[in-house]
């Protein structure tokens, strides 16, 4: 508990100076970017080590994949930005940036990136001998899971910072609440099988303490902006044309709170399913105490995916 406490303390100091600094210095932002990089080929060489547990995968294979998550990852960012959702970005994003010096800019979209893969693992079905069916599905999986997802966090963070820090508040507050609840009232269990410890109150009062603050957040959002924007503006300013009015404002934040809580923990329910199929305790050890990329964030990339289809939607509907 003490590591878990000492590892907690160092990644809050870490990231939140950065997160706060990249409001106002393009250095912390870019830094914050090509950080949100390497923590998708991260959490892909995690998935990779897992699968290996069960089938040891050729290097040159991981590589690929690897390579191939880089490019999911490049062209959900990309693909956002060049899209009329673009104009709601804060700016351009660096993987446009380094995209456009290389005359790749228009040609990188999810489409093209999923038929790099497809050709790929068709092409590794056929020389490497032992790889199966089953092998493609493992490898498309987790390249889509740790492209889409954290290709989702970052543009949501493109979009503006309250989005991420909506997004984080939820999920750990959901998550170690849920710890919480499930300690003191924890009585029935939700899902044996993938992970013994979880209850359904936990779950519940994980979710009740996440849609107070996550609901408090948005709808005070107006009073709070200035200490950021230098005026007030409501939460969803920017990516409307009109704000909603407060009725709608309270409505939405207690939808939106409520949807993502359940989204994080079913990301989380996902990935402890997956590491239980594989026999492994955590991805890795590169939080002490916490695990790895994706024991720490699992339910935040997930819920990034969500969320970052539902302003889409909002956009759609109100933009």
């Known amino acids: 508990m003490k590591k878990r406490f000492v590892t907690a303390s160092i990644l809050i100091m870490t990231a939140l100076p950065l997160l706060i600094l990249s409001v106002r210095f393009p250095i912390a932002r870019r830094i914050l970017e090509v950080l949100l990089i390497f923590i998708a080929v991260g959490a892909e060489i995690e998935l990779l ?5 069960s089938k040891k995968i050729p290097l040159w ?3 690929v994949t690897v390579f191939l998550t880089i490019v999911m990852y490049f062209s959900v960012v990309n693909w956002f930005y060049m899209s009329s959702f673009g104009s709601k970005f804060r700016e351009d994003p660096l993987i446009h940036k380094i995209l456009k010096s290389i005359y790749f800019d228009k ?4 489409f093209t990136a999923i038929i790099m893969m497809f050709i790929a693992f068709m092409a590794m ?4 001998p032992d790889f199966e069916v089953s092998d493609v599905g493992r490898l498309f999986l987790a ?7 954290v ?5 949501l963070y493109s979009f503006g910072l309250r989005f991420i820090v909506y997004l984080l508040a939820i999920t750990v507050l959901t998550d170690s609440f849920a710890l919480v609840f499930g300690m003191l009232f924890g009585k029935h269990k939700m899902a044996p099988v993938i992970s013994p410890k979880k209850t359904w109150e936990g779950a519940i009062g994980g979710t009740l303490t996440a849609l107070v603050v996550g609901a408090t957040i948005i709808s005070i959002y107006s009073l709070i902006s200035p200490l950021f924007h230098g005026e007030s503006i409501e939460f969803f300013s920017g990516i409307i044309k009109e704000d909603f009015s407060i009725g709608g404002n309270i409505f939405v934040a207690i939808i939106l709170t409520l949807f993502l809580s359940i989204c994080s923990q079913i990301g989380d329910l996902v990935a402890s399913k997956l ?4 026999g492994i305790k955590d991805y890795s050890n590169i939080f002490p105490g916490h695990g790895g990329i994706l024991d720490r964030f699992d339910s935040a990339f997930f819920a990034s995916a969500i969320f970052l289809l ?9 933009a």
Do not use: E, H, Q, W
């Open 143 to 149: 390249v889509l899971y740790s492209g889409i997802c």
């Open 275 to 278: 590491k239980r199929a594989y």
């Open 107 to 110: 040609f990188t979209t999810p």
């Open 61 to 63: 294979v991981k590589i």
């Open 125 to 128: 079905m056929i020389l490497v």
């Open 49 to 53: 080590n897992m699968y290996d547990k």
């Open 310 to 318: 539902i302003v889409v939607i909002i956009l759609c509907l109100f």
């Open 151 to 155: 290709g989702a966090f970052t543009v």
